[in-house]
């Protein structure tokens, strides 16, 4: 049998392999000339894309896509006795407050009213552990058991004792609490109900919720201490948390970012715009963001920094108030950590938002605020099956619009290809090498510089190593962030300046780059490949981080690489870090926040800046203090 | 350092890694165990044998009656115990990858050797199957060890590991041909220096036969043990019919979960005559390097057979540490090592978006298995051109090597 290997080594000019061969090698050559141009389109696309994320242009008008939610299309019955009911809840609410009750009574009392109305109650005692003590406190819920099925589904409606008011700052939700409570006693009249109604009165803000749902779901954690649940019921579909923390308001604001960025199906928000729209006449807000027509709209500071025609003009504040929205909410989601209670529900399969009562001095209360929610409970109680999986993807730049994934999710995307670029050429770069030749005659005559590309060696196990070594550095890095400030910041300078002394060692890998590639290409040819998958990873679990990554990341990383120039250097270098470790920073109280999500609630934002954000960094910051080799 | 130490250090820190208590979890993921490897199907299968129920009988078991025997008598199965099995399986694995080796290498006591191992037992696409106790991890020391026998010629040891794999993962039949050859042939390189070989027809009949005769003995054996024919129909008829669209890595669920049910058989031969197709093309190219023949066919059998979990690439994977020669002519290792960094994070994290979450779909995680295919194909694609392409050696000043 004869061998027959189907590559042919010919002349370039040979005559079958001519044209192909002449094709690629332009081919090759051009994607080498214009790369750098395509780099930087690349980027400017993918941040104007980002700016361009508030633009009208890329949303469009809420709909309904599961036809069985109906929302809107049922007559209301909550009427003035039942505000009437709602006004002596708060009032006996009241008295429990100026009496310094503790949460065991206020418990006890909330329970015994679950009791006059004949709903089966209990109540729930935990501990939290936490660095500056233990943190005690008590849930009372109650399960009105579905008249009509057996009870394997179930709604949640759920009041905490602190509003979510400067994110628990201590503002008491007295009136959601008579709220839920009244409604307890108004929809125990109807057999309507076809899932289970679970009314929860959470204490604290976050703890209470976090216990109790923790011990529904057969959850445990070290740091805390729940007591089992007496009454159980089935699958909790969706959740509404109430709200309302003023004495009367004017908009309703939704809150549904939830732990770890996770959002509730958008058809339970749209169903609750109509309603709150249609059938209570209530403006919806997101978040609490007024808008630039109502009198309670703040100015931004973008907008008042303008000149007055164009801070005036209707599209400039609309798109203000739109960035503005859409900001909001990228704090909320990026940094992973729930906007409401109802974002500790999401991580269970739960649609789950808060229904935020915007203090205000008029003119709803009570009464609209039981229709409103009426009528969306009647709506989840249509649900005959989950919601469609396509409707988790969205960003609501203002209340009735949203933007669709396919309009928002390309702009962390282009970025991040235009790092893997970046990062692909390094590693080309550092396969080839540039040799001046011995120029022939001719060429001496012209003057011109005669060299030639020879290929040499890439040892990747080293830069791969130095990766993960970086990587390993961010688990001290976690745990510095969980001390206090002043030691903090002392052990964040050394570490920082461990990863430029490194520098000093990892320089002296390099021996003859003519044979062996210098080792800074792979570092950064290593490091820019991984963020830029980091990025499009993270782009469908949490879109807001993907975002700041991008734009965090996207310039400083596809122009890094070492420099010649002293100052140049030590000033990139000093940039790298600071753009490392400004979380850490008492200025951006972040990182405080996220340590306390991740031990008690199980956010995992500052896990991931440690031991994945700021290596990827400090690859950047070795990379730039390397000799320029090439 | 010392081989049998170094080798001795890294089987001990895979068993302390197999006794870390991990989460039940690992046994349920899609990616680790298929229907046809699954602990906890061969749990039930031998609970079920034991009590006297046919295992066969229902649609739980897919896998050997050899397996019920050994693990219902011999090897019991327990929490002490699976680790400690499962890291010896694996022991053997990369001791069968070292002895190829040197007899490719044609050295003895190598450097290389621990690097081998290594790059066996610490191949997260190998030990986290093998730390989920999918039965894949003893069909991939069953396919290493007749490569080694075949590679040390010893035939009848060869003959019976592979009629074993065979019979334990029907899609094996791809490698029968290329551990002949090895068998009639040497395990030397010859990618560098290809010439046609002449082969003893008559010496290569005979090894047939002897296949065919362990072949036929573990068959009855296995018929034996369960008292009847109906294995044959829940064990092999199961990679040709797929009647469990329980999702994998692998390309042939969602096309079926999605089929008109009378579109089916059509396609389920198309699938898997599709797989054969790869043996005499591969074979014959590579008839000078049978050794290289079996593992491109083994990348063959990762990227499309039916029920393929990571273990399957992984072994792909695993096995290019046998070829170093062909490293410096891959063409795009980078691109290829990126899909794959792609591909494993996608794969689970769209798993977990569909089916904990609740906020994706099918659709997600067919998508990443799709990922997941463009990688495995890639890193096959680029074996193929680089085991080819080394024959013309190094390009010489103004010449080029291109593809007509």
């Known amino acids: 049998m004869a061998l027959n290997i189907r590559g042919i080594l010919g002349r370039l000019r040979s005559r079958g392999a001519g044209p192909k061969l002449k094709r690629r090698k332009a081919l090759d050559n051009m994607a080498w000339t214009y790369f750098p141009r395509l780099k930087i389109l690349l980027l400017v696309v993918g941040y104007a894309w980002m700016l361009c994320l508030p633009l009208k242009e890329l949303s469009r008008g809420i709909y309904i896509d599961e036809n069985a939610l109906q929302p809107g299309g049922?007559?209301?019955?909550?009427?003035?006795?039942?505000?009437?009911?709602?006004?002596?809840?708060?009032?006996?609410?009241?008295?429990?407050?100026?009496?310094?009750?503790?949460?065991?009574?206020?418990?006890?009392?909330?329970?015994?009213?679950?009791?006059?109305?004949?709903?089966?109650?209990?109540?729930?005692?935990?501990?939290?552990?936490?660095?500056?003590?233990?943190?005690?406190?008590?849930?009372?819920?109650?399960?009105?058991?579905?008249?009509?099925?057996?009870?394997?589904?179930?709604?949640?409606?759920?009041?905490?004792?602190?509003?979510?008011?400067?994110?628990?700052?201590?503002?008491?939700?007295?009136?959601?609490?008579?709220?839920?409570?009244?409604?307890?006693?108004?929809?125990?009249?109807?057999?309507?109900?076809?899932?289970?109604?679970?009314?929860?009165?959470?204490?604290?803000?976050?703890?209470?919720?976090?216990?109790?749902?923790?011990?529904?779901?057969?959850?445990?954690?070290s740091n805390m201490h729940a007591e089992p649940l007496q009454l159980t019921s089935g699958m909790?579909?969706?959740?509404?948390?109430?709200?309302?923390?003023?004495?009367?308001?004017?908009?309703?604001?939704?809150?549904?970012?939830?732990?770890?960025?996770?959002?509730?199906?958008?058809?339970?928000?749209?169903?609750?715009?109509?309603?709150?729209?249609?059938?209570?006449?209530?403006?919806?807000?997101?978040?609490?963001?007024?808008?630039?027509?109502?009198?309670?709209w703040r100015d931004p500071l973008p907008v008042s920094w303008l000149p007055s025609t164009l801070g005036n003009n209707g599209r400039v504040k609309d798109y203000a108030y739109r960035a503005r929205n859409l900001l909001r909410h990228v704090t909320y989601q990026a940094r992973g950590h729930p906007s409401g209670i109802h974002g500790l529900l999401h991580q269970f399969h739960i649609d789950a938002f808060t229904i935020f009562a915007v203090p205000a001095t008029g003119p709803h209360g009570f009464h609209t605020l039981g229709r409103i929610v009426e009528s969306t409970l009647r709506t989840c109680n249509n649900l005959l099956e989950r919601l469609h999986a396509s409707f988790f993807f969205y960003l609501l730049p203002e209340p009735g619009t949203f933007t669709k994934i396919g309009n928002y999710l390309p702009s962390a995307v282009v970025i991040s290809t235009a790092i893997l670029f970046s990062g692909l050429r390094s590693w080309v770069q550092?396969?080839?090498?540039?040799?001046?030749?011995?120029?022939?005659?001719?060429?001496?005559?012209?003057?011109?510089?005669?060299?030639?590309?020879?290929?040499?060696?890439?040892?990747?196990?080293?830069?791969?190593?130095?990766?993960?070594?970086?990587?390993?550095?961010?688990?001290?890095?976690?745990?510095?962030?969980?001390?206090?400030?002043?030691?903090?910041?002392?052990?964040?300078?050394?570490?920082?300046?461990?990863?430029?002394?490194?520098?000093?060692?990892?320089?002296?890998?390099?021996?003859?780059?003519?044979?062996?590639?210098?080792?800074?290409?792979?570092?950064?040819?290593?490091?820019?490949?991984?963020?830029?998958t980091v990025i499009s990873a993270t782009s469908v679990l949490n879109f807001s981080l993907a975002a700041v990554l991008a734009v965090l990341l996207g310039v400083p990383l596809s122009f890094s690489g070492p420099t010649d120039d002293v100052l140049t250097s030590v000033t990139l270098r000093f940039a790298y870090v600071l753009l490392a470790i400004f979380w850490f920073t008492p200025a951006w109280n972040v990182m405080d926040q996220a340590v306390w999500d991740w031990e008690f609630l199980g956010g995992y934002f500052s896990p991931f800046i440690c031991m994945i954000y700021v290596p990827i960094i400090w690859q950047a910051v070795i990379v730039a203090s390397l000799t320029n080799r090439s | 350092m010392d081989i049998n130490f170094a080798f001795g250090g890294l089987v001990a820190a895979r068993l302390l890694l197999s006794f870390v208590p991990l989460p039940d979890q690992l046994k349920y993921d899609h990616l680790l165990s298929s229907p046809l490897t699954s602990n906890l199907r061969l749990h039930e299968g031998i609970y079920l044998f034991k009590n006297g129920v046919d295992p066969y009988s229902g649609g739980v078991f897919y896998q050997s009656p050899l397996y019920l025997s050994i693990f219902s008598t011999l090897l019991p199965l327990n929490r002490v115990s699976s680790p400690i099995i499962w890291t010896l399986i694996d022991a053997v694995s990369a001791y069968a990858l070292v002895q190829t080796w040197r007899a490719r290498s044609g050295v003895g006591k190598s450097n290389r050797d621990a690097l081998l191992a290594a790059v066996y037992l610490f191949n997260p696409y190998l030990f986290l199957p093998s730390l989920a106790f999918s039965t894949s991890s003893i069909s991939n020391m069953l396919h290493l060890l007749s490569i080694m026998f075949a590679a040390r010629r010893k035939t009848s040891p060869a003959l019976f590991c592979l009629a074993a794999l065979v019979h334990v993962s029907l899609s094996s039949t791809l490698l029968v041909l290329p551990v002949i050859i090895l068998l009639l042939g040497q395990p030397k390189s010859s990618l560098a220096n290809p010439k046609p070989?002449?082969?003893?027809?008559?010496?290569?009949?005979?090894?047939?036969?002897?296949?065919?005769?362990?072949?036929?003995?573990?068959?009855?054996?296995?018929?034996?043990i369960s008292g009847g024919f109906q294995w044959l129909w829940q064990t092999w008829f199961v990679e040709l019919s797929l009647p469990d669209l329980t999702p994998n890595p692998g390309l042939w669920w969602y096309f079926f979960t999605e089929m008109f049910d009378h579109f089916r058989p059509f396609f389920l031969v198309a699938f898997s005559v599709h797989l054969l197709i790869y043996i005499a093309p591969v074979c014959i190219k590579f008839q000078y390097d049978p050794l290289y023949a079996a593992f491109i066919l083994t990348g063959v059998l990762g990227t499309v057979k039916a029920y393929p979990t990571l273990s399957d690439p992984g072994l792909f994977?695993?096995?290019?540490?046998?070829?170093?020669?062909?490293?410096?002519?891959?063409?795009?290792?980078?691109?290829?090592?990126?899909?794959?960094?792609?591909?494993?994070?996608?794969?689970?994290?769209?798993?977990?978006?569909?089916?904990?979450?609740?906020?994706?779909?099918?659709?997600?995680?067919?998508?990443?298995t799709l990922v997941f295919g463009v990688a495995n194909g890639a890193a096959l694609m680029d074996c193929v051109w680089a085991g080819l392409r080394i024959a013309l050696g190094e390009t010489k000043e103004g010449y080029e090597v291109v593809q007509q």
């Open chain 2, 197 to 224: 070989i002449s082969i003893d027809f008559e010496k290569g009949r005979m090894i047939g036969l002897e296949f065919l005769a362990h072949f036929a003995v573990l068959t009855l054996t296995s018929t034996f």
């Open chain 1, 236 to 296: 909790i579909w969706t959740a509404l948390d109430i709200d309302y923390p003023g004495h009367s308001f004017s908009h309703l604001g939704i809150f549904w970012e939830g732990l770890n960025g996770r959002l509730p199906n958008q058809d339970i928000l749209n169903s609750f715009h109509v309603i709150s729209r249609n059938t209570g006449g209530v403006p919806v807000l997101l978040h609490d963001n007024h808008d630039p027509n109502d009198d309670n």
């Open chain 1, 430 to 532: 550092a396969g080839w090498v540039e040799v001046p030749v011995p120029a022939s005659k001719e060429g001496r005559a012209k003057g011109s510089q005669v060299v030639k590309w020879e290929r040499r060696s890439r040892p990747s196990l080293q830069a791969v190593l130095i990766i993960l070594a970086t990587h390993a550095w961010g688990v001290p890095l976690y745990f510095i962030s969980t001390w206090p400030t002043p030691p903090r910041l002392l052990a964040l300078a050394c570490l920082c300046s461990s990863m430029l002394l490194a520098s000093r060692f990892i320089d002296k890998i390099d021996s003859d780059t003519r044979k062996i590639a210098p080792i800074w290409m792979l570092l950064r040819s290593f490091n820019l490949c991984f963020a830029s």
């Open chain 1, 74 to 221: 049922v007559n209301t019955n909550w009427n003035w006795g039942d505000v009437h009911r709602a006004d002596s809840y708060l009032s006996e609410l009241e008295r429990l407050r100026d009496s310094n009750a503790t949460s065991i009574e206020r418990t006890d009392y909330i329970s015994l009213q679950f009791q006059k109305l004949r709903i089966p109650t209990s109540i729930q005692n935990y501990t939290f552990y936490t660095r500056s003590g233990p943190i005690y406190g008590s849930n009372a819920y109650a399960i009105l058991s579905s008249p009509r099925y057996s009870g394997a589904e179930a709604t949640l409606i759920s009041a905490s004792w602190l509003s979510r008011m400067g994110d628990g700052d201590g503002t008491l939700n007295l009136r959601g609490v008579a709220t839920v409570l009244s409604l307890a006693a108004f929809l125990n009249q109807y057999s309507l109900w076809s899932k289970d109604l679970i009314f929860v009165i959470s204490d604290g803000y976050m703890e209470g919720m976090q216990a109790w749902a923790s011990a529904y779901h057969g959850r445990t954690q």
């Open chain 2, 317 to 368: 994977f695993t096995m290019i540490s046998l070829f170093p020669e062909i490293l410096p002519y891959l063409r795009y290792p980078i691109v290829t090592s990126l899909i794959h960094l792609h591909a494993s994070l996608l794969l689970p994290l769209f798993n977990h978006l569909w089916l904990s979450q609740g906020t994706g779909n099918a659709n997600f995680f067919y998508a990443s």
